[in-house]
């Protein structure tokens, strides 16, 4: 049975940084690929960005691209997501996710597994 914890957030001041870190057991990581999605409050969870299994490919989202950094450490079975210049409207519940497939996709139906988040709050 796959497990994903995720782990580094907390309260940071507008312009901060965190870095958040998934931690994968279960399966074989480096078969699929992984996902941060985030969930403010009110709002529907969102794609925030994608790593492909091999680590060769990611994507962001819009708003994140520039702020935002996701990696892998295969050796580690971790994923982690580097947030600078953050924003209030940063804040939320991000969680990550392990796709079905090997390749990135922004689909929420298209990850079968859900770490059960880290909650963020950026103070303005």
């Known amino acids: 049975q796959v497990q994903l914890v995720e782990s580094g957030g907390g309260l940071v001041q507008a312009g901060g940084s965190l870095r958040l870190s998934c931690a994968a057991s279960?399966?074989?990581?480096?078969?699929?690929?992984m996902g941060w999605f985030r969930q403010a409050p009110g709002k529907e969870r969102e794609f925030v960005a994608g790593i492909s299994g091999s680590g060769g490919s990611t994507s962001y989202a819009d708003s994140m691209k520039g702020r935002f950094t996701i990696s892998r450490d295969n050796a580690k079975n971790t994923v982690y997501l580097q947030m600078i210049s953050l924003k209030p409207e940063d804040t939320a519940v991000y969680s990550c996710a392990r796709s079905k497939v090997p390749t990135i996709t922004t689909n929420l139906w298209e990850y079968n597994y859900w770490g059960q988040g880290t909650r963020v709050t950026v103070s303005s």
């Open positions: 279960g399966g074989i990581f480096t078969a699929k690929a």
